[in-house]
């Protein structure tokens, strides 16, 4: 398995090679002052775009972090999911690196998105014993959650749009995964558009204008890693919608955020097969 983290610019349809390692890296997200953050092997690093390398951060006892993580909206911390004896946490951590802290009180809870103003992260999260993953909200210094979703479906990725009145979402509530959006409360559940894709992780452009996610071929099952995928955008009303790249990935490939802070470009992740 070789790793490929790329860049792919929307105006011209250009893919920049950032870095490429044998080593099995994640989710890139797209740090305010443009460098990447992605995960690999239980640990996070920095990927400086100037001289791309990997630099391993200080994640304290978190050393089993996965690929659901990014940054608090000033981008002076990073909000990681990492698990312990209980399963998935999510915690804070400061973005040069230190002691995580505590944000849920509940596991399993992986992390996925940060509202505009910093003041909310949206996650999903299984309660009570049970397998079924819905969406939740809680303040970014923890405290009570909000549930959004209420066991409609298997439910995942949620990200807001760049106003904050909006989350994307994928749910397989009426057969398989498809692309969703609700208020930010939760009210106004409806499904953008239906096809025969397995569509995964929607994420809102910063500028308001695209809203890219990941298609797998028809019948997979959860969102594996090592498939022949899509990268697909469309308009924010699920329009207009093109498959712009086409490789190797899924699990991996884009999880959480990764547009670039202007919503220009966005960073994924490509593997190569032996």
Known sequence: MRSSLEIYTVATGAVQVVLQTDLLIEAPNWHPEGWLLVNGDGRLFRVPLE???????????????????????????????????????????????????????????????????????????????????????????????????????????????????????????????????????????????????????????????HVLYLAYPAGTLGHPRDLPVALCLMDPDGGNRRRVLEFTGGQGSINVPCWSPDGSEFAYMRYELP
């Not at 994928?170 to 096809?195: E, P, T, Y």
Request: charged residues 20%.
């Open 51 to 209: 001289a791309p390398e990997l630099q391993p951060l200080d994640s304290g006892f978190a050393v089993k972090c996965n690929n659901d993580h990014g940054f608090t909206r000033d981008g002076r911390g990073i909000v990681l999911s990492h698990h312990t004896a209980r399963g998935a946490e999510i915690f804070t951590m400061p973005v040069a690196g230190g002691t995580p802290v505590a944000v849920t009180q509940h596991a399993p809870s992986w992390w996925h998105g940060t509202s505009p103003d910093g003041a909310r992260l949206a996650y999903v999260a299984a309660r009570g014993g049970s397998r079924v993953i819905d969406v939740y909200t809680i303040a970014v210094g923890g405290g009570a959650e909000t549930r959004l979703t209420f066991g409609e479906g298997h439910c995942d990725g949620p990200d807001y749009t760049a106003d904050g009145g909006s989350i994307y979402y994928n749910c397989d509530r009426d057969g398989h995964a498809q692309i969703w959006v609700m208020a930010a409360d939760g009210s106004g559940q409806r499904k953008l558009f239906g096809d025969d894709y397995v569509n995964w992780f929607p994420h809102p452009s910063p500028d308001g204008r």
